[in-house]
């Protein structure tokens, strides 16, 4: 029986391979090599790369979704936790790919934002609806008591999400997890350490606070 070639197959390849080699490095015949379907196909469904590349980041952004609503959700555990092991299981997963590959959403932000303003909105808007999951739990950590109510969750949410990049940019040149467990240390056990560690609480507040200010 012949196979049926789907929109899906093409666009899980370029996935995998565009984490590795970027936007630009990904030709359309590595992707059809790759997904083992006829050139015709990719044109069918893509009248575009540009087209192509907003349905891998829409890809990328459910299978990271796949990851994290369980274990955002899991209301067994406090909030801050929830979102450390979150946290956490990307860093796993880092590791596992031998420090390579990293996250889509930032390697396209630092290769297509000045080159396509479609992919740069869509990325913009992958960051923005992970801020406000993020900033979800946060919400959640202050209705606990298990965070300062001073706090803008939004803007603590984008600085995690930020400096959880930064760090993963970090491990990718050192081919290490040591940046990515720095960001867990700093932020889960001194910077959110409420009630454990008031200095850092306080200075953290302080400068969250100056920033909206700001």
């Known amino acids: 029986m012949r196979r049926t070639h789907t929109k899906d197959d093409i666009v899980r390849a370029g996935l995998e391979i565009m984490l590795t080699k970027g936007f630009n490095a990904t030709g359309v015949e590595a992707i059809l090599k790759k997904a083992n379907v006829p050139k015709g196909s990719f044109y069918n469904f893509f009248p575009s790369k540009e087209e192509f590349g907003l349905a891998v980041v829409d890809q990328f952004r459910a299978e990271i979704g796949v990851i994290s609503q369980p274990i955002l959700a899991d209301c067994s ?5 929830r979102l450390r092991k979150y946290f956490e299981i990307l860093i796993d997963r880092f590791e596992e790919n031998n420090c ?3 996250c889509l ?3 396209l932000g630092l290769e297509m934002a000045d080159q396509s303003d ?3 909105k869509r990325l913009d808007d992958g960051l923005s609806r992970w801020t406000d999951m993020v900033a979800s739990v946060l919400v959640e950590a202050q209705s606990a008591k298990t965070l300062p109510t001073d706090l803008d969750t939004r803007l603590l949410a984008g600085t995690l999400i930020s400096s959880f990049e930064g760090a993963l940019l970090f491990g990718k040149v050192k081919k290490s997890v040591e940046p990515l467990r720095s960001f867990i240390c700093l932020f889960f056990d001194q910077f959110l350490s409420f009630g454990q ?3 850092s609480r306080k200075v953290g507040s302080r400068l969250l606070q100056s920033k909206k200010l700001g």
């Open 77 to 81: 555990l406090p909030p801050l936790a």
């Open 100 to 102: 390579t590959q990293g």
């Open 105 to 107: 959403i930032g390697n």
């Open 118 to 120: 479609a992919l740069r």
């Open 197 to 199: 560690n008031r200095s």
